[in-house]
């Protein structure tokens, strides 16, 4: 276990010296994320100013709910993006050549690369949370400040360990991008910018069982607003931990699953 933190840590730091070289493009890499994620919640603002709420849910409550989705995200983000290049890599015999080291496959691939995208994401939900607290006119218990950093952490587990799960089966079948995407695109749909009460009992099973995207801002979020005693399920909100390491669980094993049957593509 410490050798593998060891690798790990050593590859980090090397990926991340190797990103400082570039960092003309790092800025503008972070300009663009505050650009595009501006246009997300002018979308929020417009679609609220109209309606006044979203199935009980003011504006600020929304900025909240998608910035706790895009802390996790980001965080996610800067660490591991690239496992969604799994298949990539498979097809153009990339990693073949992790196998041929004498390190874990799994550490040796997580600490291939970090993005520094995912730091606009970070710094911009950060900003975007002081200003819903803010505005809610919130005030929290000492201990709700470290628990909004275990949600963090553990909704960045949350989507790294779905993804990892998802891209695992380019171990079997060679490709996995569609299913990623898919997934992808069902949680941007459902679950970052609105909140999972106001769909029907399928849509709230799938993101809390199938696809658990929910964990990442929704159920967390409704204890740091004070909703828990008002939603269906608000229970919940004290599940995200616990869902994180079952996922990751559930991913390393279909990781360890995938790669004793991995056959390489010979490219």
């Known amino acids: 276990m410490r050798d593998n933190m060891t690798i790990y840590l050593t ?26 994620n501006a246009g997300t919640l002018a979308t929020s603002w417009v679609l609220l100013s109209r309606f006044q709420n979203l199935h ?42 992790i196998l041929t080291r004498p390190a874990n496959p ?29 505005n809610l006119n919130m005030h929290w218990a000492w201990w ?9 952490l553990s909704s960045a587990i949350v989507e790294m360990a779905i993804t990892l799960l998802l891209v695992s089966t380019s171990f079997l079948t060679t490709r996995s991008r569609a299913l990623v995407n898919s997934a992808s695109l069902f949680s941007w749909g459902v679950v970052q910018q609105y909140p999972v009460d106001m769909f029907g009992k399928l849509v709230r099973s799938v993101v809390t069982i199938a696809l658990p995207f929910a964990f990442m801002n929704y ?19 004290w599940y995200a931990p616990v ?8 991913a390393i094993s279909m990781w360890n699953f995938g790669i004793k049957r991995y056959q390489s593509s010979g490219s």
């Open 56 to 97: 009980g849910w003011t504006f600020w409550e929304i900025v909240f709910l998608y910035n706790l989705w895009l802390l996790g995200h980001g965080i996610r983000a800067v660490f591991f993006r690239h496992i969604n290049m799994l298949e990539q890599f498979i097809v153009e015999g990339t990693f073949d050549q």
């Open 219 to 237: 159920y967390p979020s409704l204890l740091f607003l004070g909703k828990q005693d008002l939603v269906p399920w608000g229970f919940l909100t």
């Open 144 to 152: 709700m400040f470290g628990w909004l950093v275990v949600i963090a």
């Open 243 to 250: 869902v994180a390491l079952i996922l990751l669980y559930l």
């Open 11 to 36: 590859m980090i730091r090397a990926a991340v010296l190797t990103r400082l070289e570039y960092r003309a493009d790092f800025v503008m890499g972070i300009i663009g994320v505050f650009i595009l």
């Open 106 to 134: 799994l550490v040796q691939f997580l600490g291939r690369e970090v993005h520094y995208l995912g730091v606009g994401d970070v710094l911009l939900s950060i900003f975007m949370l002081v200003l819903a607290y803010q």
